[in-house]
C-alpha cells in the first residue's frame, strides 16, 4: 500500500508538471524568499550595524595614533608606534572588505526597491547611506572601486578603481539628489535603528553629510567646498543633540564602544587614555575630563574587575604617553620620565593603574550607546565655514558655542553618568571662546574642538580622517624603533593584499595615482 501510495504521487507530480506552463510557480519552494517576496527594509538595520561598528574598529589603529588612546600593548598600540605587524596590517585591509561588505547589502537593497513607490523613502536612505559607506572608504584608502562596484551579477568581478575626485562628485550629487527626494507622505522605512524611520531626521542627515564631505574639500578645491557647504546649510543640517545618528545597542549582543576590547585582561590594563587628549582636557578644565575618565582601583585585581568603577576625580587623572611598551627595553614606560609608577603589590601589581582609562560606567556597557553623525560635528564644520567667509546663516562664535556645547551634554547619551549640563558647558564656552580675530587660531580651536568631540565618543576613524583634514589640532608624532613611516603620523591605510592577486591591473593603476604610494605615508588625492 505504501508503495502504491509514493508510485501515484510521483505520477500526479508528473502529470502536474508536464501538463502546465507554471513549472517555476510550482517548483518554487514557498518558504524560501526570492526577489519578489523578500522585504528590503530586513537590509537596513543590518547595513546601520555594520557601518557603525567599522568605525569604532579604529580602536585598533586611529585611536592611538590620533593620540587619544594609548596602549603599551602590541596590537593595540601599533598606531601610536607606526609599525607594521601581522594585526595590524589585517586590520587596514579589513577596514577595505568591510565597506565593500557593508556596500554590498545597500546595493541589494537600493536594486530592490529602485523604482517602487512603495520603497521610496527606503530607496534614498540607501542612497545616503551608500554615500556615507563609500565616502569613509574612500577617505581611508583613496582611488576605490565606485562606479563598477557592486556589479558581479553583471558579470564585473574586477571592477576599475575611480579616482577619488570623481568619487566626491558623485557623492555629493547623489546625497544632493536622494535627500531632497525624501518624502514624508510616503511610507517609512522600518527596522531603522537611528530614527525609527523619521524623514525629517534623515533629510537633516543627508544635508549634515553633505556638509561634512564638502569640508573634505577645503585643501584640494575650495570653491567646490564653499558651493556645497552652502547648499547643505540651505537645504536644513542637524538643529540638536536629539538629531545625532546613533545606535543603541542591544544589551544581549556585545557591541557597543570598546565593551570587546575590555573582555581580556591585559587589554584592560593596557589601554589608556593618552596623555595628550588628558593634558587638553585639563589645560581647560573641561568638564568632559569627569565625564569620560577614572583611574581604576589600586592593584591588578582591582584594574581587570570589569564592574569596578574607578575614581573619575579630575585632580587625579593623568594620560598615558603615546609610544611606550612594556618590554623591559629603552621604550618600556616603567623607564619613562614621569611614570607614576604602578600600584598594588607583589604579584598584584598593575603597572599602569595610576593611567586613566575610559570610564567604565560609560563605555563598557553592553546597551551603550554608538554614534555615526552628530550635531556637535555638524556645529562645528558650520564654524569653520563661516571662519572661511562662506554663505552660511549664524556667525563662527556662534556655531562654535553650540558645537561645543553640544559634544559636552550629548555625552549623557552615552550614560546619565557623563552628563554635563547646559550651564557647565556654557561657562566653558565664556572662558575658552573663539578668537575670531585670528583665523589660523580660529581652525585650530574649531577642529581640535572636533578631535576632542569625536574623541570623546570613539569614533576614531572620524576623529583621523579630520584631523587629516585640518592639520589640528597639532600633534607630536612618535618615534618608535622599527616604525615604517619615518616617525610620521600614517595619512591613509593600506589596500586590502588580496587585490594585488584578484584585480591586479586596476590596483595597480590606482596605486599609480597615489601620491606616495600603498604605503602609510601615501596621500589622497584631498589630502594636500
Not at 604602578?342 to 567604565?360: E, F, M, Q, W
Not at 590606482?510 to 600603498?518: F, H, I, K, N, P
Amino acid at each position: 500500500m505504501k508503495k502504491t501510495s509514493i508510485y501515484i504521487a510521483a505520477l500526479l507530480l508528473v502529470c502536474a508538471t508536464s501538463c502546465t506552463d507554471k513549472f517555476d510557480e510550482i517548483n518554487t519552494d514557498p518558504t524560501r524568499s526570492s526577489e519578489s517576496t523578500w522585504d528590503p527594509n530586513f537590509f537596513l538595520p543590518n547595513a546601520q550595524m555594520s557601518y557603525i561598528n567599522l568605525g569604532y574598529d579604529g580602536i585598533l589603529y586611529q585611536s592611538t595614533s590620533m593620540q587619544v588612546l594609548a596602549s603599551t600593548f602590541t596590537y593595540y598600540g601599533n598606531g601610536d608606534k607606526y609599525v607594521n605587524t601581522q594585526n595590524s596590517t589585517s586590520y587596514q585591509g579589513s577596514l577595505f572588505s568591510r565597506a565593500y561588505n557593508i556596500g554590498t547589502v545597500l546595493a541589494e537593497m537600493i536594486n530592490l526597491t529602485k523604482g517602487k513607490e512603495q520603497y521610496t523613502n527606503l530607496y534614498n536612505v540607501g542612497r545616503i547611506m551608500q554615500a556615507m559607506n563609500m565616502q569613509r572608504a574612500t577617505d581611508v584608502y583613496g582611488d576605490i572601486p565606485y562606479t563598477e562596484a557592486f556589479k558581479v551579477k553583471e558579470g564585473i568581478a574586477n571592477p576599475k578603481y575611480d579616482t577619488q575626485q570623481s568619487i566626491y562628485t558623485a557623492i555629493l550629487t547623489e546625497l544632493e539628489q536622494a535627500t531632497a527626494a525624501l518624502d514624508a507622505t510616503k511610507l517609512k522605512p522600518t527596522g531603522d535603528l537611528y530614527y525609527a524611520g523619521d524623514i525629517a531626521k534623515w533629510k537633516k542627515l543627508g544635508y549634515s553629510l553633505m556638509l561634512r564631505a564638502a569640508m573634505r574639500l577645503t585643501k584640494v578645491d575650495p570653491a567646490t567646498a564653499k558651493t556645497w557647504a552652502e547648499k547643505a546649510a540651505t537645504g536644513g543640517v542637524f538643529t540638536s543633540n536629539e538629531d545625532n545618528a546613533r545606535i543603541v545597542s542591544d544589551a544581549n549582543n556585545a557591541t557597543s564602544g570598546i565593551f570587546n576590547v575590555y573582555q581580556v585582561a591585559d587589554d584592560f590594563r593596557e589601554l589608556r587614555w593618552s596623555k595628550t587628549f588628558i593634558d587638553a582636557l585639563k589645560t581647560t578644565n573641561d568638564p568632559r575630563l569627569s565625564a569620560i575618565a577614572e583611574v581604576p582601583q589600586p592593584g591588578l585585581a582591582n584594574n581587570a574587575l570589569q564592574t569596578l568603577v574607578g575614581v573619575n576625580d579630575p585632580a587625579v587623572q593623568m594620560g598615558l604617553p603615546n609610544g611606550y611598551d612594556l618590554t623591559g627595553g629603552a621604550r618600556d614606560i616603567k623607564s619613562s620620565a614621569g611614570y607614576p609608577g604602578g600600584t598594588g603589590t607583589g604579584n598584584d601589581v598593575a603597572p599602569l593603574g595610576k593611567y586613566s582609562r575610559p570610564r567604565i560606567s560609560v563605555y563598557l556597557k553592553r546597551n551603550g550607546t554608538l554614534q555615526t553623525m552628530t550635531y556637535a560635528q555638524t556645529e562645528l564644520l558650520l564654524a569653520e565655514a563661516k571662519v572661511r567667509g562662506w554663505n552660511v546663516p549664524g556667525t563662527a562664535a556662534e556655531h562654535y558655542a553650540n558645537g561645543v556645547t553640544a559634544a559636552m551634554t550629548s555625552l549623557s547619551q552615552l550614560d546619565a553618568t557623563a552628563a554635563i549640563t547646559p550651564a557647565a558647558a556654557a561657562a566653558y564656552v565664556a572662558a575658552n571662546p573663539l578668537n575670531v580675530t585670528s583665523t589660523e587660531a580660529s581652525l585650530n580651536a574649531i577642529n581640535t574642538q572636533y578631535w576632542l568631540a569625536t574623541g570623546s565618543y570613539m569614533d576614531f576613524v572620524e576623529t583621523w580622517i579630520n584631523w587629516r583634514r585640518s592639520g589640528y589640532p597639532t600633534l607630536t608624532p612618535v618615534n618608535y624603533p622599527g616604525n615604517v613611516t619615518n616617525a610620521t603620523i600614517p595619512r591613509r591605510m593600506i589596500y586590502l593584499s588580496t587585490e594585488i592577486i584578484n584585480n591586479a591591473a586596476s590596483y595597480t593603476e590606482a596605486v599609480g595615482r597615489l601620491t606616495g604610494g600603498d604605503l602609510l605615508t601615501g596621500r589622497v588625492w584631498w589630502d594636500k
